[in-house]
């Protein structure tokens, strides 16, 4: 069992950064693939990034190339996420997930919540304009 819990949201104005942690315990998890999803009300959970256990997969969604970057340090059995350039529409809360593949899987899975089976609590992040 996994458990996960994010931290490093908050408050920025548009423009601004934010660093988010998830720190997993129970065991390592240094073999699983990490993603980032975000979710606001009333819309589903939204594919943010992942990244592999040996960090040579790297999946970003097109709306944070290039302004988010995703990383792990498996020896502190931790993932981030580095957010620039914030925009407004980016406010939501964001989700970090793991998941144990037993087999290789093409990118596009791990841009799916389903293929993940454990998550953490959330945390918000929330850009003004």
């Known amino acids: 069992q996994v458990q996960l819990v994010e931290s490093g949201g908050g408050l920025v104005q548009a423009g601004g950064s934010l660093r988010l942690s998830c720190a997993a315990s129970?065991?390592?998890?240094?073999?699983?693939?990490m993603g980032w999803f975000r979710q606001i009300p009333g819309k589903e959970r939204e594919f943010v990034a992942s990244?592999?256990?040996?960090?040579?997969?790297?999946y970003y969604a097109d709306s944070v190339k290039g302004r988010f970057t995703i990383s792990r340090l498996n020896a502190d059995n931790t993932v981030y996420l580095q957010m620039n350039s914030l925009k407004p529409e980016d406010t939501a809360v964001y989700y970090c997930?793991?998941?144990?593949?037993?087999?290789?899987?093409?990118?596009?899975?791990?841009?799916?919540?389903?293929?993940?089976?454990?998550w953490g609590q959330g945390t918000q992040v929330t850009v003004s304009s």
């Open positions: 997930a793991a998941v144990i593949p037993r087999q290789y899987y093409p990118g596009n899975y791990y841009m799916t919540p389903s293929s993940y089976d454990y």
């Open positions: 990244i592999s256990g040996s960090s040579t997969r790297i």
């Open positions: 129970g065991r390592t998890v240094s073999d699983a693939a």
